[in-house]
């Protein structure tokens, strides 16, 4: 069982930065794909970017390409989403989740979910 919980969200201007972190317990993260997904108020749930558990092969949508970048760090059992130039748009509650598996298959494939963290991009 992997217990996964997401930190370093708050309130930022447009423009600015965040670094979320995705840590992990119960297991190793070594195996599993982590993926980052968003849920903006009154919207349906995205896939915002996936890293691979083996040799960090990553992907982003097209909405947050060039602006964010996903990584791990095994030793620490964490994932991070470095999130720069933010957007109003990028308002939303932000998730991390882990599929045992080489890559994120999507959404519905993902194992073990955090709670979230809110991102708010405002002036």
């Known amino acids: 069982q992997v217990q996964l919980v997401e930190s370093g969200g708050g309130l930022v201007q447009p423009g600015g930065s965040l670094r979320l972190s995705c840590t992990a317990s119960?297991?190793?993260?070594?195996?599993?794909?982590i993926g980052w997904f968003r849920q903006a108020p009154g919207k349906e749930r995205e896939g915002v970017s996936c890293i691979s558990s083996s040799d960090g092969i990553t992907d982003y949508a097209d909405s947050v390409k060039g602006r964010f970048t996903i990584s791990r760090d095994n030793a620490k059992n964490t994932v991070y989403l470095q999130m720069n130039s933010l957007k109003p748009e990028d308002t939303a509650v932000y998730y991390c989740?882990?599929?045992?598996?080489?890559?994120?298959?999507?959404?519905?494939?993902?194992?073990?979910w955090g709670k979230g963290t809110l991102v708010t991009v405002s002036s």
């Open positions: 119960g297991d190793t993260l070594d195996y599993y794909a």
């Open positions: 989740a882990a599929e045992l598996y080489y890559y994120c298959s999507g959404a519905s494939a993902m194992e073990y």
